[in-house]
């Protein structure tokens, strides 16, 4: 079986070399309808790579609600009237509790990631990412839009 020197191989546990789907599948799912494109793996592969070799990043990527946090206030952008708490409320993934996240995002305020405007009310208090922490975000998403 002659392989073109530039397609990626994988090792298999036993030591031999996998060449990785037929290109047909690759290109087309139409021989195997459950099967994922391989560029479509390998796109959430390098994007997971991106976020892992970010401090920042990698900090909220550590489970499903952090991200999801991070994604929301970014979608916020502090230009809402919801403060913490109501951002917290807004979390679906709920794989940490409110309290939790709430010193999830007390440390982040700590460590610069995140800043806070504050309010009369503490509840109102508005987030914001710092600039580096969204200038990051921006950068890995914008490479990784084809996702």
Do not use: C
Not at 82 to 104: N, P, Q, R
């Amino acid at each position: 079986m002659e392989r073109d020197s530039d397609e990626t191989t994988l090792a298999t546990p036993f030591g031999e070399v996998d060449p990785g789907p037929p290109k047909a599948l690759v290109q087309s799912t139409d021989a195997n309808p459950h099967a994922i494109p391989r560029e479509q793996i390998l796109a959430h592969l390098e994007f997971e790579r991106r976020i892992a070799q970010s401090s920042q990043l990698s900090l909220f990527r550590r489970n499903p609600s952090t991200w999801e946090i991070l994604l929301l206030i970014a979608l916020l952008n502090g230009d809402s009237d919801d403060g913490m708490y109501a951002i917290i409320e807004k979390v679906s993934t709920k794989y940490v509790g409110s309290s939790a996240m709430l010193k999830f995002l007390r440390e982040r305020r700590e460590d610069g990631s995140l800043e806070f405007e504050e309010h009369v009310k503490r509840n109102k208090w508005r987030i914001r990412l710092s600039k580096p922490l969204l200038a990051e975000l921006r950068s890995v998403l914008a490479q990784s839009d084809h996702i």
